[in-house]
């Protein structure tokens, strides 16, 4: 069983450019939310995607957007970087049972990627 | 705003002690809190949780106590490792948007031997 791998580990990036992250979700999850972590703070809650459709986002931007793809990996993308996106992201990946319910103890999180926006 | 807190940004505790780690949440609508752990360059891995139906959850040395009329919990390491050195986050969610978890700041437990 493979866990959830995140790439690149790390990246740095200017004001005003476009960066994609990358998640591969647990062998078996088909559900993979984002969080952002800034310095000093706990996770927030970006969004989730389930089916390849986003179901449920938290308090961010458009700029901030996703995909799922039919291998359950994801891409975060996020456009017109700003300093305030400096942060550690993270990917983690779930399983939602039939009808959508999903177990709140089975959220397991990749390593993260940092991103450094100068 | 956060509606997670975690008023301590450290704690250190010597080996076979108790460490006592304190969490408070502002929204009542939170019915399910969780406590991850992380070590450096890792994500945070899932620990130990509690409905709010309940008050007690122990699984082995943790232990997470939740007093739902002081909007408090608390993770109780029985005896401190060492290897429990890492920081330990709170999280909440509510029953109908389960997948999103509203984490604290992390509280930063060193064991020493």
């Known amino acids: 069983e493979t866990g959830v791998t995140q790439s690149p580990t790390h990246l740095i990036k200017t004001r005003g450019q476009q960066v994609t992250l990358r998640c591969s979700s647990q062998?078996?999850?088909?559900?993979v939310s984002w969080y952002q972590q800034a310095l000093g703070q706990g996770p927030q809650f970006i969004f989730q995607?389930?089916?390849?459709?986003?179901?449920g986002r938290g308090n961010f931007p458009p700029r901030f957007s996703g995909l799922q793809f039919p291998n359950y990996s994801s891409e975060l993308n996020v456009n017109a970087l700003e300093l305030d996106d400096s942060a550690l992201y993270l990917c983690?990946?779930?399983?939602?049972?039939?009808?959508?319910?999903?177990?709140?103890?089975?959220?397991?999180f990749g390593p993260g990627t940092r991103l450094t926006v100068l | 705003d956060q509606q997670v807190k975690q008023n301590s940004p450290s704690l250190s505790v010597q080996e076979g002690r108790i460490s006592i780690l304190n969490c408070d949440y502002t929204?009542?609508?939170?019915?399910?809190f969780l406590w991850y752990k992380k070590y450096p360059a890792e994500g945070p891995t899932f620990l130990i949780s509690?409905?709010?139906?309940?008050d007690k959850n122990e699984d082995g040395r943790f232990t997470v106590f939740l007093n739902k009329s002081a909007k408090h919990l608390s993770l109780h390491i029985v005896p401190s490792q060492p290897g429990d050195s890492a920081v330990y986050f709170c999280?909440?969610?509510?029953?109908?948007?389960?997948?999103?978890?509203?984490f604290g700041k992390g509280t930063s437990l060193l064991v020493t031997p």
């Open positions: 999280a909440a969610s509510f029953s109908n948007s389960g997948y999103a978890l509203n």
């Open positions: 929204n009542s609508m939170f019915d399910y």
């Open positions: 995607y389930y089916r390849e459709e986003e179901n």
């Open positions: 062998s078996g999850h088909n559900t």
């Open positions: 509690i409905s709010s139906i309940k």
């Open positions: 983690a990946s779930s399983q939602k049972l039939a009808g959508g319910i999903q177990l709140r103890d089975t959220q397991y």
